[in-house]
């Protein structure tokens, strides 16, 4: 099975963001991943709605948007109208997790719930029938281009038990550490999106990384 592609533009040139955008809307990139820090919720700040609006324009991927920010709930719409098609949240920013997932899905978003390396699959019992997405994030939240946590792998057999016995139908989505010698073992694991910021946008060839990524 062929693995989905979200190059994350935290990896990217920030004083040329249009000029690398224009780089994966001619890649074979299934979307491009944009991360939202707040501080907050992760010791980092990343950017807000009028970069998302300018990545947005330049970008002819849809944007998976990866809110790493406490309270996401009051600012859903205005998510929607930057131009997210994938809205992703973090269950532990979430004390009303299904109203948040609600909400997002009433906005005409996919809805997604990210999970820190230290959360178990299992607190998604209740909600995975409900997501679109569940994002399992293989590294600690907060920076691009840190090592991939080997546990992950036992998370992503359990999580591909749990998608089965429900029937759910969400994707899988891997964040962090993401590289040319781990993602076909990631797809093996049942994760149908690799999220990929250093590797891609590291190498010389941001094309050719994707491709390579979904191993062709
Ligand atoms: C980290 C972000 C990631 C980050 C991944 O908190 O959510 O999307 O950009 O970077 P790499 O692929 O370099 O680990
Ligand atoms: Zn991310």
Do not use: W
């Not at 002819?60 to 309270?71: A, E």
């Not at 749990?162 to 694991?189: I, P, Q, T, Y």
């Amino acid at each position: 099975m062929e693995a989905k592609v979200a190059p994350s533009l935290l990896s990217a040139d920030f004083g040329n963001l249009a000029r690398d955008i224009e780089e994966i809307n001619a890649s074979k990139a299934d979307y491009l991943h944009v991360d939202i820090m707040d501080g907050v919720f992760v010791p980092n700040i990343s950017m807000g709605f009028p970069v998302l609006k300018a990545i947005k324009k330049s970008s002819q991927k849809p944007l998976d948007v990866h809110l790493m920010i406490v309270n996401p709930d009051q600012y859903v719409e205005r998510f929607r109208d930057a131009g997210a098609a994938v809205l992703t949240v973090h269950y532990e920013a979430c004390t009303h997790l299904h109203r948040t997932i609600s909400h997002i899905k009433d906005c005409g978003m996919l809805a997604g719930v990210a999970l820190n390396p230290h959360t178990p699959v299992e607190v998604l019992a209740d909600i995975i029938q409900d997501v679109d997405l569940v994002l399992i994030m293989t590294v600690n939240p907060g920076y691009g281009g840190q090592k991939f946590i080997e546990h992950s792998y036992a998370k992503l057999l359990r999580l591909q038990k749990m998608l089965k016995d429900s029937g759910s139908k969400a994707m899988v989505e891997v964040d962090g550490g993401v590289n040319f010698d781990n993602a076909e073992k990631l797809v093996n694991h049942g994760v149908n999106v690799l999220v990929a910021g250093s590797t891609v946008f590291g190498a010389p060839n941001r094309a050719e990384a994707v491709l390579k990524l979904k191993g062709e």
